[in-house]
């Protein structure tokens, strides 16, 4: 199984610039958000979390920068995993606690 590293690359060649005083979303932070969601399998996924079709996510993948609602909702869709996989964390650390 591929290490979360290996899925998302090295965080600290993601760089996102921004518009303005905001940060914008690019092809580079959409392919490695999708990756960090949902594997090497990510666009179909990632279409549906956003309610998109497989077309705009490869159009969004070849623009230079996508609308910023599309990263207000990658926002949201990573917060909520982000908070599914920390109650996922909180009960697995518990049963491991009482195996020992």
Not at 51 to 77: H, K
Not at 84 to 97: C, N
């Given at each position: 199984m591929?290490?979360?590293?290996?899925?998302?690359?090295?965080?600290a060649?993601?760089?996102?610039?921004?518009?303005?005083?905001?940060?914008?979303?690019?092809?580079d932070l959409?392919?490695?958000?999708?990756?960090?969601?949902?594997?090497?399998?990510?666009?179909?996924?990632?279409?549906?979390?956003?309610?998109?079709?497989?077309?705009?996510?490869?159009?969004?993948?070849?623009?230079?920068?996508?609308?910023?609602?599309?990263?207000?909702?990658?926002?949201?869709?990573?917060?909520?995993?982000?908070?599914?996989?920390g109650?996922?964390?909180?009960?697995?650390?518990?049963?491991?606690?009482?195996?020992?």
């Amino acid at each position: 199984m591929p290490t979360v590293g290996a899925l998302i690359g090295d965080s600290a060649s993601c760089v996102v610039p921004s518009v303005g005083h905001r940060a914008a979303m690019t092809p580079d932070l959409l392919i490695r958000t999708g990756k960090a969601l949902y594997a090497d399998q990510w666009r179909a996924p990632l279409a549906d979390a956003l309610d998109v079709g497989d077309r705009s996510i490869r159009r969004l993948v070849s623009d230079r920068t996508g609308p910023e609602s599309v990263l207000g909702n990658l926002l949201e869709i990573v917060e909520a995993k982000r908070e599914a996989l920390g109650d996922v964390h909180e009960l697995l650390t518990e049963a491991q606690v009482k195996r020992a």
